[in-house]
C-alpha cells in the first residue's frame, strides 16, 4: 500500500512550496519554470485540482518516459489531449481526435494507414511548398524595420504550411484563412469552440467528398484517406473528419510556437544567432534545441486501467495522470544547464514529440517546417532584436507559448539577395 492522493478540498495551495498548483492561476503562467522546477526538484509527485479532481503531475523526465510507453496501464482512449479553457470542469473524458484518443489495437490499424502517408521523404516534398510561404510573407514585410512576430509571420505561416501540405488545397487560398480561425476558436475560446469544431468538420467533409470525386496519386494524404480500409472495414466519415482534424489542429500552433520561441531567443541572444548565422550546419541541431525549450504541449493526459503505484502513490482505474513535457525537457538529471540553449548538447532525446506508440506522427513535417523557417530567420532578418517598450504576455493553458511580440531589424533581405 501506498500513500493516497491529497484530497483537494482539505488543501490550501501555497505556491510554489505546496506540491498542489492550479496550472490555470496567472501565477502558474508568470512563473511557469521556477514552479515546474521546484515541484520537478522537491517532489515525488505534484498535483493540480481540476472540478473535483486531484490530478497527479509528471514532471520528471523518467517518470514521464515511463508512462508514455506503458499504454497497457495508462490508456489514452478516454481522451490524451486537453483543449480549449476547462478550468472549471473535471479533466477531459471524452474521445476527440484519432488516432491519439485511442488504444491498440484501434490505434494501430489507424497508425498504420497514417505513419506511411508522413515519412520523412514523403514530407520533404513540402519543402519547396513551405519555402514559398516563408518568402511570400517575408516579401510582403520589405521595407519594414519592426513586424509583429505571431501576427504577420508565424500564424499566418504555420497556417498556410500545415493546411495546404495535409490537406493538398493552394497555400494562399481564402479557404486557410477560415480554417485557422476556426482552429483558433476550437483550441481556445471556449465559447465559440463548439461551433467552430461543427465548421471545420463540416469542411473537411467537403474535401474528403471533393477527393472522392477527384482522387490524386497516393502521396495525396486526403485521397487515401477516403479511401482506406482500417482492420479491413469501411471507417465512417465522422472518423476521418478526427484524422483530419488531429492532422491539421495537431501541427498549427505547436510547431508556430517552435518558432516563435526561437525568434524571441535569437533576438535576445545576438552570440546564439551569431553562431548560426556562422555556421549554418548547426541548423539540426538547434531545431532539437528549439523543440527542447519552445515545447506548446502542456500536458499529455492518460487514465489509469488497474491498481498501481507512482512514486509511492496509489492510483487507482479511472485515475487521471497528466505527464508535463515542458518540465521532463528541463530535467537536469536528463539535460544538465537544462535552462540554457546549447547546440552542442549531446542528449538530444527531448520527449517534445511524446514517447511510445502515440509519439507524433508529425514531427517530420515539423522538423522540415522549422528549417525553412529557421533559415529564413538567419537570412532574411540581419539585425534581429527586440523592440523597446513591450510587454511581452505569454499563455500557459491550454497552450504554453508567447502570445505577441515586435522584433526590429535592420531591413527583410530580399529572398535572391538572401541565398
Ligand atoms: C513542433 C511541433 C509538434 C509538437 C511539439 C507535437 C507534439 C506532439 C506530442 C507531444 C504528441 C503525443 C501526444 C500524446 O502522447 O498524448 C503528438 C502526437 C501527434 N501529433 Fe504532434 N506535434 C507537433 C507537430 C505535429 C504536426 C505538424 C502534426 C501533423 C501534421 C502532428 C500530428 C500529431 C498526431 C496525429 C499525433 C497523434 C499520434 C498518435 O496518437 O499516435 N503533430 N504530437
Known amino acids: 500500500m501506498g500513500k493516497k492522493m491529497p484530497d483537494p478540498n482539505s488543501v490550501v495551495a501555497d505556491q510554489p512550496k505546496c506540491p498542489f498548483v492550479d496550472m490555470w492561476s496567472d501565477e ?6 521556477e514552479i515546474l522546477k521546484h515541484l520537478r526538484e522537491e517532489h515525488d509527485l505534484a498535483f493540480h485540482k481540476q472540478g473535483n479532481t486531484t490530478v497527479p503531475l509528471v514532471t520528471r523526465y523518467k517518470d514521464l518516459w515511463k508512462i508514455q510507453r506503458d499504454w497497457r496501464t495508462f490508456q489514452s482512449g478516454r481522451a490524451a489531449s ?6 472549471y470542469d473535471d479533466p477531459n ?10 488504444d491498440p489495437p484501434v490505434h494501430s490499424e489507424w497508425r498504420q494507414i497514417i505513419e506511411p502517408l508522413m515519412t520523412l521523404k514523403k514530407m520533404e516534398a513540402h519543402s519547396e511548398l513551405i519555402e514559398g510561404i516563408a518568402d511570400d510573407l517575408l516579401s510582403g514585410l520589405e521595407g519594414r524595420t519592426s513586424f509583429k512576430v505571431m501576427d504577420e509571420f508565424v500564424r499566418p505561416m504555420q497556417a498556410r504550411a500545415i493546411f495546404a501540405a495535409i490537406l493538398g488545397v493552394p497555400a494562399d487560398s481564402d479557404r486557410i484563412l477560415q480554417f485557422s480561425e476556426w482552429a483558433q476558436d476550437a483550441l481556445i475560446v471556449p465559447e465559440r469552440a463548439v461551433d467552430a469544431f461543427a465548421s471545420l468538420s463540416a469542411a473537411l467533409l467537403e474535401i474528403l467528398q471533393e477527393r472522392r470525386e477527384n482522387p490524386r496519386g497516393d502521396d495525396d494524404i486526403v485521397t487515401v484517406l477516403a479511401n482506406c480500409r482500417p482492420g479491413g472495414e469501411v471507417p465512417e466519415d465522422a472518423d476521418l473528419i478526427k484524422i483530419m482534424i488531429a492532422l491539421t489542429l495537431g501541427g498549427l500552433e505547436s510547431t508556430g510556437t517552435v518558432l516563435s520561441g526561437t525568434i524571441h531567443h ?6 546564439d544567432l551569431k553562431e548560426l548565422q556562422d555556421d549554418m550546419s548547426l541548423l539540426d541541431e538547434a531545431i532539437e534545441e528549439a523543440l527542447r525549450l519552445f515545447v506548446n504541449v502542456t500536458l499529455m493526459q492518460r487514465t489509469v486501467t488497474k491498481e ?13 495522470i497528466w505527464n508535463l513535457p515542458g518540465s521532463a525537457n528541463r530535467d537536469e538529471t536528463v539535460f544538465p544547464n537544462a535552462d540554457s540553449w546549447d547546440v552542442h548538447r549531446e542528449n538530444k532525446r527531448h520527449v517534445s514529440f511524446g514517447a511510445g506508440i502515440h509519439r507524433c506522427l508529425g514531427s517530420n513535417l515539423a522538423r522540415i517546417f522549422l528549417r525553412v523557417a529557421f533559415t529564413s530567420v538567419l537570412t532574411r532578418m540581419p539585425g534581429i532584436a527586440l523592440a523597446p517598450d513591450q510587454t511581452i504576455d505569454t499563455h500557459s493553458m491550454p497552450t504554453r507559448g508567447l502570445t505577441e511580440f515586435v522584433v526590429t531589424v535592420d531591413e527583410i533581405t530580399p529572398a535572391a539577395a538572401a541565398r
Open 28 to 33: 502558474y503562467n508568470k512563473n511557469n519554470l
Open 82 to 87: 486537453h483543449l480549449a479553457d476547462r478550468r
Open 93 to 102: 473524458d471524452t474521445p476527440v481526435f484519432i488516432p491519439l484518443d485511442t
Open 266 to 271: 535569437m533576438a535576445t541572444h545576438p552570440d
Open 308 to 320: 498501481t503505484t507512482l512514486n509511492g502513490y496509489d492510483l487507482e482505474p479511472g485515475d487521471k
